[in-house]
DNA sequence: TTGAAAGCGATACCAA
DNA sequence: TTGGTATCGCTTTCAA
């Protein structure tokens, strides 16, 4: 990366001063907020600023504040994980909303390989942001921690399983609710025998999902049993789903932790002979795109993805203007959509 | 954004060399390349470096190199047209697998409203990136114009429909030989009577589809008006496929432009008492994981949306070396990926 | 091969 | 309210 084309030439603060016929040190005030500046320089150097189209230069200026004015999404895992992760994709519309009314810019940190936190670590660790979001599937690893450690400015979405004995803030769906909510909207239409198919048993999502679940069925005196596990993906829910029909041929009703488990199941189950909802009545989770093109449309439970980007972003906006972090986590509430599976 | 958290205090070049015994010009030329620097000093430097856990400053490095060492990826829609993108995510993956050889960073430039791309090319034009790679689906907008004007070097994914008269350095799949692909495995499945769901006819993507559909079939003195037009949704290619099945009932295959439209087309299809593929044969079109789960799952054209991503960034880095930008566009190869729907 | 010193373009302190 | 000036951390001549 030696030569470089030549790009154009800007102006510096340095001319739009000698423009306006005052300082530099009062272009500069002009600029950033405008304190102690009079009326008469504020005007000439507004001119000279939109005649020259001067932009002022973000090397230069983080060089003295130590600001960069961007933040970072870390995302954990790579592969097609960032495809098919329902919520990520929803968080980063939030995000970028938030972030418009800043002059804050995202940039983007991918691991390389699967748990690969190293590298993310030392670019954090670097000062070439002032804050990190970070979407967090697998709680386990210890960027929380490590991340503590920075002393920058940190959002986890997505709750992390193990927080090092350090408080993480974090913002979350409820996923125990949503869990409640399916295993009641299953009860309510009169299920006799209710199965789930749940997460994998290292991550958060898939294990407070399956409490909430748990929870309902138990107050209600039936059977928390009925659990079989896949690993979000079509074939370890349609693996899951054919399991459970073998121990319990007699089940009608199914929470699936995942819209894309879900299809998978949905495969199972008619492939079985079994109709949807009539035999077995279905629930999946996240309302993703495939929620509303499987046959029979699923009723799911809404994640609210981009509104917790959103939330994301404003935390950690909060933290960039000084205020302390959250103690706590943030769970934002879920929603029920019904459609034709149950 | 005025408080700002005390983050750690880095070691600086100076440091370095100080720990080392050599000045500051000593270290630097041993950083960026290393030569006309005696081993002695080499060991040295490196020794103080990897104890004092050196990192570059960046900021610093910018101000005087002109270089950000940073790239911008460049989505000119919001809304979900990000999430429901097949070949955004799956460009990504190819993205950041290219930079991540190199110590290139990823910066995220979305549109904030539909066709705004003033803001992003202001952001562009200001130096805060090397280089551009623009995701582009409308190819209408002034962006290349405006792009190439700037000097800074970038890559299109997508063709550009209109450069502008510039030449455009761009990377697309081969829309036109899917299309072709796609007619031609319909033929030879036998069937007779073949119609299509088309893109946008201001989509580059969905007019070169239907191109290659037409082609195909004309060359086979088949009929070649057995067109209707979707917005790339599940609703745009039910609606669309409703009007084929009205106008011509003895439809027995049919080309959808994407696998989206295709959910769409499908249900229409098994609603109106049809099945797939043995009344209808179905063809979608990017290979989601929408074609995998549908049931049936879907006869698909692939794209390389990540090899995609990874040549866009490929042809940036080279014209970050200094290479002029190519002259021509590239074309990448589709493949079909035959399921159960035809 | 090495080092001294001059910037790069901004901010922020201090006097005026 | 202003302007002069030191400073941020690095790269890059230019002499030695």
Redesign the pocket.
């Known amino acids: 990366m030696e030569a470089l084309p030549v790009g154009q030439r800007?102006p510096?603060?340095?001319e739009v001063a000698r423009a306006a016929?005052?300082?530099?040190?009062?272009v500069?005030?002009a600029?950033?907020g405008g304190e102690?500046?009079?009326a008469?320089?504020r005007d000439a150097i507004d001119r000279a600023i939109s005649e020259l189209g001067y932009i002022?230069?973000r090397a230069?200026?983080t060089?003295?504040?130590r600001r960069t004015d961007s933040v970072a999404l870390v995302v954990p895992e790579t592969g097609n994980r960032f495809v098919s992760d329902p919520v990520l994709t929803g968080a980063l519309q939030g995000i970028t909303t938030a972030l418009a009314g800043t002059d804050l810019q995202l940039v983007l940190l991918v691991a390389q390989q699967v748990g690969d936190t190293a590298g993310q670590l030392r670019y954090l660790r670097a000062g070439h942001v002032d804050g990190a979001l970070v979407i967090s599937h697998h709680g386990e690893d210890q960027l929380p921690a490590e991340l503590a450690k920075t002393h920058l400015p940190f959002v986890f979405g997505g709750r992390p399983l193990d927080p090092g004995s350090v408080e993480v803030p974090y913002v979350d769906a409820d996923n125990v609710g949503g869990g409640r909510t399916a295993a009641t909207h299953l009860l309510e239409r009169g299920a006799r025998l209710i199965a789930t198919v749940a997460g994998p048993r290292n991550m958060p999502a898939g294990v407070d999902r399956l409490i909430g679940w748990r929870e309902v069925l138990a107050a209600a005196g039936r059977p928390v049993d009925l659990v079989d596990y896949g690993d979000f993906t079509a074939e370890g829910g349609a693996a899951a789903m054919g399991r459970l029909l073998e121990r319990h041929p007699d089940l009608d009703a199914v929470f699936v932790a995942s819209d894309l488990m879900a299809t998978g199941a949905l495969r199972v189950i008619q492939d079985s002979g079994r109709r949807v909802p009539d035999d077995i009545a279905v629930v999946g989770y996240d309302d993703s795109v495939l929620a509303r093109t499987a046959i029979p449309p699923l009723t799911t439970v809404r994640q609210p993805a981009e509104e917790m980007g959103r939330r994301m972003a404003e935390l950690l906006i909060d933290q960039l203007r000084g205020a302390p972090p959250q103690s706590a986590g943030e769970i934002l509430p879920t929603e029920l959509v019904v459609r034709a599976s149950a």
Chains 1, 2 share one sequence.
């Not at 016929?21 to 009062?26: E, L, P, W």
């Open positions: 800007m510096t603060l340095e016929g005052v300082s530099r040190a009062t500069s005030r600029i950033n102690r500046v009079s008469n320089a002022p230069n230069a200026r060089l003295v504040t």
